[in-house]
């Protein structure tokens, strides 16, 4: 049952769903410009662009290039988004976290160029596999919980932890990527953003919100992980809504009661009462019992050890991630110099 519900799951998704900056960079060398890049293949789309894979010329390095054109960010008031998601990358720096190596723009559109993380994402793996085992989605959920405690150290709220934006390297490890909705807070933000099945219910309610969000969203990570689908769905988001507010959960009896202890406690609809965002942040959350005997010097080290391996013929295989046409997308509109100078920092 799980199985058929997660593959036909479809998202309410946020504005860049499959835009996803995907890789493994090891080379210290500089990086290339837009000139060394060989434009291979689109990995990705979202509402105003796509991420494309790339080869760097010299050194035959794959990597992964996200192209937005100006003209559509600005149509759809996404500037201050984007800006804010290359100052984020460019600021961060954690192993379980997308590695940015530089932005730029031109005429038309502006680029990010990314390692390029070829596995693909988190949630085909668990579409494929209907549901994860407890110590599976445990593995997920301590590299996860080390990024979250490193974004929130810097006083960055992620705002959009789903599968979808979940990648696995070469060796299975996580990579989080799309960062158009984190956003530098100290203490509180209003703007409604995120995907609806993973919404903390402040944000509903414009109470306005802090890295709080990101532990709810965590307690619907592992929910899903777990058993196949998330604790809130329904045909449309306000549905959804509806389901987070009243915050009534069908509670599989499969599912293991320590985990289940710690979605609750992740789950909780007074933020100053929620896990992870009490006086001890991210400690509160490691120190739970489900993650027992964790080493959490050796989960960021990456020295657990994965439970799925991707299958790569090579470095630069693709077939991990679906099919996208590469249509005529450089034809895009050239901007004027107003728009041109939102973007001169970029």
Partial sequence: MASAKVANLKRHGSSMKKDSPLGENEDDKPAPTLEDLDLLKTIGTGTFGRVI????????????????AMAEIIRLKQADHIKSEKEILSQSHHPFIVNMLWACHDEKFLYMLMEYVPGGELFSYLRTHGFFKN????????????????LHSQQIVYRDLKPENLLLDTEGHMKITDFGFAKKVIDRTWTLCGTPEYLAPEIIQSKGHNKAVDWWSLGVLIYEMLVGFPPFYDENPFGIYQKILAGKIEWSK?????????????LVHDRTRRLGNMKFGAEDVKRHRWFKGINWDDVFNRKLKPPIVPKLAYSGDTTNFDD??????????????ETKDIFADF
């Fill in 53 to 68: 894979q790339v080869r760097q010329k010299g050194t035959k390095q794959y990597l992964a290039l996200k192209v937005m």
């Fill in 135 to 150: 110590s599976d989605a445990n593995f997920y959920a301590c590299e996860i919980v080390s990024a979250l405690d490193y």
């Fill in 254 to 266: 499969a599912l293991d009661p320590v985990a289940k202890d710690l979605i609750k406690k992740l």
């Fill in 324 to 337: 996208y046409s590469d249509d005529n997308w450089q034809d895009a509109a050239a901007v004027d110099q």
